[in-house]
């Protein structure tokens, strides 16, 4: 039986999602699929440049945050009592 591989397979390849016995039949295909392996590469490239992406939150998100957390206990249990 020959196992046909779809993008998806090489998304779980390239995110290391295979199980070893997978990933030699992956890279078969790889190699003797061309359309495959050019989808790998620019599935790589992609990761690659999605991992240089740097996200921070507004300051006025920070902000909301810590102003909850002082007016509010971290306990659910304490918030009760109070009631």
């Not at 779980?12 to 078969?28: A, K, M, Q």
């Not at 240089?52 to 007016?71: A, F, V, W």
């Amino acid at each position: 039986m020959i196992k046909t591989f779809t993008q998806n397979d090489v998304i779980r390849y390239v995110y290391e999602e295979t199980l070893p016995e997978e990933n030699l039949l992956i890279e078969d295909a790889l190699m003797s699929e061309p359309d495959l392996m050019t989808f790998f590469l620019e599935a790589l490239e992609l990761r690659a440049l999605m991992n240089k992406i740097e996200r921070q939150p507004r300051k006025n998100t920070i902000q909301y945050i810590l102003n909850y957390s002082k007016h509010h206990s971290a306990t659910p249990t304490a918030r009760l009592r109070h009631s």
